[in-house]
């Protein structure tokens, strides 16, 4: 609520009192600042929003940071570490990719060159814009060195159903288009 809405919602003799009216911009203030405190540490209950919390979260997990390290690098390494418990195999990659998505995923493994790729699973079949930087880093502290990650992303024949009107309402751009990763339906 904005300053004049509480006073509005004060009965009218009261609102227009300069005592009153200063007790509730007080009181209102108090509460925000309340509110952001409740914000703040509701974020570090998970190590993928907190901030000031991080340090907690590598102690539980008993990492420790190198020098200079990124909040993003930090939040990769905890995640990595609550999310591969034992062996880094599909599935806890899998799993690491829900986590921080929010997607469904499935792994392949692509011996023959060494890489394993993620496909994002969904209800239905789409395109999803996401950011995975924390993704690539929190994989790359738990998969085995020489193997090479790869996330797939839209090809053209994930595009041939569409329209070109249909293409040009999805991807307004060229970075749209690149940023997308493709979603399929689970089966």
């Not at 993003?72 to 899998?94: K, P, V």
């Not at 090479?148 to 040009?168: P, S």
């Amino acid at each position: 609520m904005n300053e004049r809405n509480d006073r509005e919602a004060l009965p009218l003799p009261l609102g227009l009192e300069p005592i009153t009216a200063a007790v509730s911009d007080s009181l209102r203030a108090l509460g925000e600042d309340a509110l952001g405190v409740v914000q703040s540490v509701t974020e570090q209950l998970s190590p993928a929003t907190a901030t000031w919390g991080i340090g907690a979260w590598e102690a539980l997990t008993g990492i420790t940071p190198p020098k200079g390290a990124s909040i993003e690098d930090r939040r990769a390494a905890i995640l990595a570490q609550l999310c591969s418990r034992g062996t880094t195999n599909a599935a806890a990659i899998e799993r690491l990719a829900v986590s921080l998505t929010g997607y469904g995923a499935a792994v392949e493994e692509n011996f023959g060159n060494y890489s394993f790729s993620l496909t994002f699973l969904g209800d239905a079949p789409g395109f999803a814009a996401l950011d995975l930087t924390l993704l690539y880093r929190a994989v790359e502290v738990i998969k085995p060195a020489h193997l090479r990650f790869i996330v797939n992303h839209v090809r053209w024949e994930d595009l041939a159903a569409l329209t070109w009107a249909q293409l040009e309402a999805r991807f307004p751009t060229w970075a749209d288009l690149e940023a997308a990763v493709p979603v399929k339906g689970r089966a």
